[in-house]
């Protein structure tokens, strides 16, 4: 994205419209400060601001962000790249999620067991073994909770007996068995239950 372009763009749209930066600030309900960012190419306006922008000055999100009037064929083409780069930047917090659960899972692991042992070798008393079990076990519910919000929203299950991508229901995701790429699942189009592979896209 060219936020150079998009900032006069924003500004042509303006002067076109006969709006000082003041006139259209009131207007949408920000500072002329706020609007001279934008058009000086230093931020990009946020989406519901692009919404409104785009009603105003009737022109397309996608034409704003391009920083100019398209023609079909143009317009063809951005919208596509602008989803690509969505589908990427998705992706790739996808990817992120998944390393940092697996991280986090190892953590959890080395945390739990060495409290365990610690408690078993040292010749503790059982007041403190007890209740260095019991720490252990929420370390590990709690590294298995923070797993599970990580990979939740990452990608979606793919059915290897008909192919079917879906998102599972937070309760199958948490109940099904699993190991780091694929869960025990039940497909919502075949419904049979067997272990589907995680997808990013
Ligand atoms: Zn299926």
Request: glycine residues 6%; aromatic residues 6%; positive net charge.
């Amino acid at each position: 994205m060219d936020m150079q372009k998009i900032g006069n763009f924003l500004a042509e749209l303006r002067k076109s419209k006969r709006l000082t930066q003041d006139e259209l600030g009131e207007q949408i309900g920000v500072t002329n400060k706020t609007i001279s960012r934008w058009e000086n190419g230093n931020y990009l306006p946020p989406v519901e601001m692009l919404q409104i922008l785009s009603k105003l000055y009737e022109v397309s999100i996608n034409e704003l962000l391009s920083g100019a009037r398209l023609n079909d064929a143009h317009y063809k083409e951005n919208a596509e790249e602008y989803i690509v780069v969505d589908l990427m930047k998705k992706c790739k917090e996808a990817k992120k999620h998944l390393t940092l659960s697996v991280i986090v899972a190892c953590i959890t692991i080395l945390a739990a067991t060495s409290i365990i042992l610690l408690a078993a070798m040292l010749s503790a008393p059982l007041w403190l073994r007890i209740t260095s079990i019991i720490l252990s076990l929420i370390i590990a519910i709690l590294g298995i909770g923070v797993c599970c919000a990580l990979t939740f929203d990452a990608g979606v299950y793919e059915c290897p007996n008909c192919g079917e991508k879906f998102i599972p229901s937070m309760k199958d995701f948490i109940l099904g068995p699993h190991t780091f790429t694929k869960r025990k699942l039940k497909c919502p189009k075949c419904g049979k239950t067997s272990y589907c592979k995680k997808r990013l896209n």
